[in-house]
């Protein structure tokens, strides 16, 4: 059973940085493309960026592209996602998900595996 492991999450001040980790269990993590989606109240869940098995490709919504971060250290099964320059619109529980296929993907149907999530709350 795979499992995953946001922490990082916290409140910062409009215009700070957090750092985000995804911890996965249960199988090594270089047997999956990973991503990242944000959830803000009243609102669906969007994707934010994927990363592939190997890291060597990534993806990014609009919104976050140029301030997001996405990457990887398969030695210690864990995917990052470094934040900066963040903005009160970027507040949201944000998830980990892994993708057992070979490619990347912004789609969060194709995700097989889900995290609980984290908050992050920035503040004007």
């Known amino acids: 059973q795979v499992q995953l492991e946001e922490s990082g999450g916290g409140l910062v001040q409009a215009g700070g940085s957090l750092r985000l980790s995804c911890a996965v269990s249960g199988r090594t993590s270089s047997g999956f493309a990973m991503g990242w989606f944000r959830q803000a109240p009243g609102k669906e869940r969007e994707f934010v960026a994927a990363v592939s098995r190997s890291g060597g490709n990534t993806y990014y919504a609009d919104s976050v592209a140029g301030r997001f971060t996405i990457s990887r250290d398969n030695a210690k099964n864990t995917v990052y996602l470094q934040m900066n320059s963040l903005k009160p619109e970027d507040t949201a529980v944000y998830y980990c998900?892994?993708?057992?296929?070979?490619?990347?993907?912004?789609?969060?149907?194709?995700?097989?595996?889900w995290g609980q999530g984290t908050q992050v709350t920035v503040s004007s």
């Open positions: 998900a892994a993708d057992g296929a070979s490619w990347i993907t912004s789609v969060l149907g194709e995700y097989d595996y």
